[in-house]
């Protein structure tokens, strides 16, 4: 099992978070504080040295500085050695007051040894005294002072913070994770009790707008796309089954007639194999169409830029299609239209199959002395074709649905018509395979109107 859990990962980025931010805190503290320490202590050591000055040169001093013996110095430093033992009391611990000459030579020296403490800061100031001239005073401080004190126990009070800190962080991190992680255990568990048979179930909303909404409304968006494409699924294999459930039952039919019948009857027999024929000749139809939409129904293709002419398809497909139905008038402009070139992007093939399924349903579903009219208007950006016809029309309840898979109107549900009730659901997938589109304008027992929208070439 792995250990690294999106919760512990977050409880994790959490504390190291807070926990960086807390030492770089703690450093910036350090570091300011010891600077402004080391900037208050040299103003101390350098006033403190001005007071030493003055009490060095004070009359009462002078017995102290021009002490007989053996000096340390040249001239009468030599003849003289100066005490400062008087002011002994006036150092604080770790700090040292030096006397030296001009070659910087220690006359006499007083408070911490320089031969086992570092000095961290020192003040000097140059003097002249009786006797010795100009000598220099100077005051250091080493790391045993009350300040450096200071500086050690802020240290370790800020390394005690840092670490109680990180535990804190750690804390905090895991509160904060399991928090935040909780709403999304609970999608979790809904998600998972949503299965092939309840894609109709969705995911309680938070009432917080922020991403965890968003993100339940995204998979509730998702689960509704999902349930639509399944129903879709479900009903087009249904709908094929029952589709080819007729013709297959025919065709059995058919030839148990032969196999009873056939052998003694010359008639039986060329009727049952006609109907065979015919039935057979259906289903191919059929599966072709089934092929032709699942082929549509693809991505982008690779012709997606390929340019046509819609006026060529019209002039190889209205020859044909007139003998549809004879007694339906078929009009269309003679000139313009067939005579200059119409550019579309979309293939001959294509424009071809969806111009013939259109006409086609134009012609059929329109009684004997009617007519179908096409027309076109060619704009900027695309071409309008427009199909109209006198026929038996469309109901208005009937048309959000003229584009299903099987879906056949009142009017076309006989099996005379020849129709699988693909025809449509084809065209509109092509069409906007190609960037184009379709649309139905029908009044029932008036007539239908269907508007196409190629992308011009």
Known sequence: MNTWTFSRKVSLSIAAASLIVAII?????????????????TAMLDLKLRQLEIQIGEVEFLPHLLNPGRGKGSGAAAVFAPDLS???????????????????????DLGSKKESDHM???????????????????LSESGLSQSAAALREVGRLLLLAT??????????????????????????????????????????????????????????????????????QRRFV?????????????????????????????????????????????????????LLLAEAEDGIPEDAGEIS??????????????????????????????????????????????????????LKYTPAGGVVRILHDIQADEVVLTVEDTGIGIAKEQLPHVFDRFYRTEGSRTRSKGGSGLGLAITRTIMERYGGSIEIDSDLGIGTTVTLRFIRG
Request: proline share 5%.
């Open 238 to 290: 249904a709908d094929a089954s029952h589709e080819l459930k007729t013709p297959l039952a025919i065709i059995e039919g058919h030839a148990s007639m032969v196999h009873r019948w056939g052998k003694s009857s010359a008639e039986v027999m060329d009727e049952s194999l006609g109907f065979i024929m015919n039935e057979t000749k259906r289903m191919k139809e059929l599966v072709g169409q089934l």
């Open 163 to 232: 670490s109680m800190t990180a535990v804190l962080a750690a804390f905090a991190g895991l509160v904060v994770a399991r928090s935040t992680v909780a709403p999304i255990r609970g999608m979790i568990r809904e998600v998972r009790s949503i299965g092939a048979n309840n894609l109709s179930s969705r995911l309680r909303l938070p009432s917080a707008k922020d991403e965890l909404y968003q993100l339940a409304e995204t998979f509730n968006s998702f689960l509704h796309k999902l349930d639509t494409s399944f129903e879709k």
């Open 25 to 41: 805190a703690n450093i910036f503290v350090y570091v300011t504080f010891r600077h402004w320490t080391a900037q208050q202590e």
């Open 120 to 138: 961290l800061r020192k003040a000097e100031r140059v003097i002249d005294l009786p006797a010795f001239g100009r000598v220099k005073l100077r």
């Open 309 to 362: 002419d819609l006026a060529a398809t019209l002039k190889q497909l209205l020859p044909q299609t007139v003998h549809v139905n004879p007694e339906v008038k078929l009009s269309f402009v003679t000139g313009p239209v067939l005579e200059e070139s119409i550019p579309i992007r979309m293939p001959a093939g294509s424009s071809y199959q969806v111009l013939r399924n259109i006409i086609e349903n134009a």
């Open 86 to 108: 008087p002011l002994a009391s006036e150092l604080n611990p770790g700090q040292r007051l030096e006397l030296l000459d001009g070659d910087d030579v220690v006359l006499d």
